[in-house]
């Protein structure tokens, strides 16, 4: 398939998208949304990826929605088609694990499609932020929500009343990134943790995908039963026989990701 707006490639078993609008800081318009929605379900469908990479430019990750797509909208347009929202929750909705490399500008729905990311890798040069109050509006894919969860209401709500951005070490200390790693080294880094997890099995890994994600939407007791139940699972499989088998004649376990 070809896109747009984005850059999609196979790197062993890691599907790579890089966001391609450099003149306007990767802004997030609509039918950039649709071509990481393609891209993904491309990937979901190809047993040879078990990892996702989602990265930017030295400069943007993506500096948001597009403004300018937007300006024009009243409240009937966002409300009645319910303003993009369906292309928007696609990442978040993917089963397989996706990593975030982030370098430069995440800003407002870039913040947002970060967070939507289950891992956030950073370069030194990244800055995280949720604008939107500047232009008169409210973040709307998450920013309250995923940013309040990952760094407190105290810093969320910093960000979100005032605009300020957050650098990359601080993201880090909040919590909000997984890694801060020099910018040239970013997509490497980005590549060989993709790499490290694709290595594994892959209904294993989309397990502890789906129940770390469980626990924002479970009370704790909840959550502990549904992941006793995804362990037990896993003895259904023969990859886990597979592990556990090799651990024991100390040789490196052959996955067939079933
Ligand atoms: N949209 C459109 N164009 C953008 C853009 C954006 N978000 N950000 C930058 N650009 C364009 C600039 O207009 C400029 O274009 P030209 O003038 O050259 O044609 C070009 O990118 C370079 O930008 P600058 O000249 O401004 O570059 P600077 O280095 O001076 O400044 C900056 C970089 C990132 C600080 C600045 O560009 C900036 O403040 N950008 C806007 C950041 C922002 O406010 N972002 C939040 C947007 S609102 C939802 C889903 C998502 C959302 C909402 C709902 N649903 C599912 C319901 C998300 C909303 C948002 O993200």
Same mark, same amino acid.
């Given at each position: 398939?070809? @896109? /747009?707006?984005?850059?999609?490639?196979?790197?062993?078993? +890691?599907?790579?998208?890089?966001?391609?609008?450099?003149?306007?800081?990767?802004?997030?318009?609509? %039918?950039?949304? #649709?071509?990481?929605?393609?891209?993904?379900?491309?990937?979901?469908?190809?047993?040879?990826?078990? %990892?996702?990479?989602?990265?930017?430019?030295?400069? $943007?990750?993506? $500096?948001?929605?597009?403004?300018?797509?937007?300006?024009?909208?009243?409240?009937?347009? +966002?409300?009645?088609?319910?303003?993009?929202?369906?292309?928007? #929750?696609? +990442?978040?909705?993917?089963?397989?694990?996706?990593?975030?490399?982030?370098?430069?500008?995440?800003?407002?729905?870039?913040?947002?499609?970060?967070?939507?990311?289950?891992?956030?890798?950073?370069?030194?040069?990244?800055?995280?932020?949720?604008?939107?109050?500047?232009?008169?509006?409210?973040?709307?894919?998450?920013?309250?929500?995923?940013? #309040?969860?990952?760094?407190?209401?105290?810093?969320?709500?910093?960000?979100?009343?005032?605009?300020?951005?957050?650098?990359? /070490?601080?993201? /880090?200390?909040?919590?909000?990134?997984?890694?801060? +790693?020099?910018?040239?080294?970013?997509?490497? /880094?980005?590549?060989?943790? %993709?790499?490290?997890? $694709?290595?594994?099995?892959?209904?294993?890994?989309?397990?502890?995908?789906?129940?770390?994600?469980?626990? @924002?939407?479970?009370?704790? #007791?909840?959550?502990?039963?549904?992941?006793?139940?995804?362990?037990?699972?896993?003895?259904?499989?023969?990859?886990?026989?597979?592990?556990?088998?090799?651990? %024991?004649?100390?040789?490196?376990?052959?996955?067939?990701?079933?």
């Amino acid at each position: 398939m070809s @896109y /747009e707006n984005i850059i999609v490639e196979v790197k062993d078993n +890691v599907g790579l998208i890089t966001l391609n609008r450099p003149q306007a800081l990767n802004a997030l318009c609509a %039918a950039l949304i #649709t071509d990481i929605g393609g891209a993904l379900d491309q990937f979901e469908n190809d047993d040879n990826i078990r %990892a996702i990479v989602i990265t930017g430019s030295e400069r $943007a990750f993506a $500096a948001g929605a597009d403004i300018k797509e937007m300006a024009d909208y009243d409240y009937m347009d +966002v409300y009645k088609n319910d303003f993009i929202t369906k292309g928007w #929750t696609r +990442v978040a909705s993917c089963r397989k694990p996706v990593i975030a490399a982030v370098a430069g500008f995440a800003l407002g729905g870039g913040c947002e499609m970060a967070m939507m990311c289950d891992i956030i890798l950073a370069a030194d040069t990244a800055k995280f932020g949720q604008p939107e109050i500047t232009i008169g509006t409210i973040p709307g894919a998450g920013g309250t929500q995923r940013l #309040t969860r990952a760094v407190g209401k105290s810093k969320a709500m910093e960000m979100c009343l005032t605009g300020r951005m957050m650098d990359a /070490e601080e993201a /880090e200390r909040s919590g909000l990134v997984a890694r801060v +790693v020099p910018a040239d080294s970013l997509l490497d /880094e980005a590549l060989k943790l %993709a790499g490290k997890i $694709a290595s594994f099995s892959a209904p294993v890994s989309m397990k502890v995908k789906e129940s770390v994600s469980k626990s @924002y939407e479970m009370t704790l #007791t909840e959550g502990l039963m549904f992941e006793r139940r995804e362990f037990h699972s896993t003895f259904a499989l023969d990859d886990r026989a597979e592990g556990m088998k090799a651990f %024991a004649e100390k040789r490196k376990p052959d996955f067939k990701h079933r």
